[in-house]
């Protein structure tokens, strides 16, 4: 079988991050790298760091990944998108104009003869109460109607530095928390707990932390959480047998 892709926390269009062409450009020469080589790549949330799509109105840019995510689907490439809590506000547009398949909750899928389980990350096991009702507003239905009923010149504008604000705040803070270990990393608890009535997972695979985890739960079950796309560039890739945690260098050959 042909390799299958992960990777999570783009980011693209954030106000905060410098170069973000640059770094867009990075991830659409990735994805051609290996487009003849996957049949699937699986997008795990926060690709952009701010959409809301309205029903005749999507947010500019992007224009790079989108054609390239649409070229990769046109040629018979599976491209799976989740939401993450930067882009929960997805339509119905990525699917039907790039030809993704979108997923908005967990999933556990056999890829071979494994069984994988896949969740951006966002509210599995957080225990931020502040946090939580901030992602409980931002499902809420009333709420997303009451925010579309903003011009999106306003809407979109007033997302995207929010999204800005949040990310200058934790760099403020020294950035994401690294590693807390196996007893305090709230994602590796969560996998821990849903083993126990699911033992059948084979790997557990998460994005939303921005930290590069690769650790073994049982004999037959890891977890990984797969860094980003700001400045760690790294991904996983699954050959059918084994799943590898990758650094994409631009100039080497791919997996």
């Known amino acids: 079988m042909k390799n299958i892709y992960f990777l999570s926390d783009a980011h693209l269009g954030s106000r905060a991050i410098a170069h973000g062409r640059t ?16 049949s699937a790549v699986y997008l795990l949330g926060d690709i952009f760091d701010f959409w809301y799509e309205y029903k005749m109105v ?4 992007y224009t790079r990944f989108l054609g390239k995510v649409s070229e990769l689907t046109d040629m018979g490439v599976e491209v799976h998108f989740f939401t993450g809590n ?14 993704v398949v ?3 909750e967990p999933i556990t899928v056999e890829l071979g003869d494994k069984v994988f389980m896949m969740a951006h990350g966002d509210g599995l096991g957080d225990p931020d109460r502040k946090f939580k009702f901030i992602r409980a507003v931002f499902h809420n239905k009333f709420c997303q109607a009451l925010f579309s009923a903003l011009h999106p010149r306003w809407a979109v504008d007033f997302g995207m530095n929010w999204a800005k604000h949040s990310r200058m705040k934790h760099e403020r803070v020294g950035g994401e928390p690294p590693y807390m270990g196996e007893d305090k990393e709230y994602l590796v608890l969560y996998a821990k707990d849903y083993l126990k009535t699911h033992p059948n997972i084979n790997y557990f695979l998460f994005g939303h932390r921005h930290i590069e985890l690769d650790l073994m739960l049982s004999r037959d079950s890891r977890i990984v959480i797969l860094g980003d796309w700001i400045s760690q560039f790294t991904y996983a890739v699954f050959d059918g047998e084994h799943l590898f945690l990758e650094n994409y260098i631009e100039g080497d050959s791919q997996p």
């Open 102 to 104: 979108l997923h908005r």
């Open 86 to 99: 930067h882009d929960i506000w997805c339509g119905d547009y990525l699917e039907k104009e790039c030809g």
């Open 58 to 61: 999507v947010p500019k840019g």
């Open 23 to 38: 770094q867009e450009r990075r991830l659409v020469r990735f994805l051609d790298s290996i487009k003849t080589k996957a």
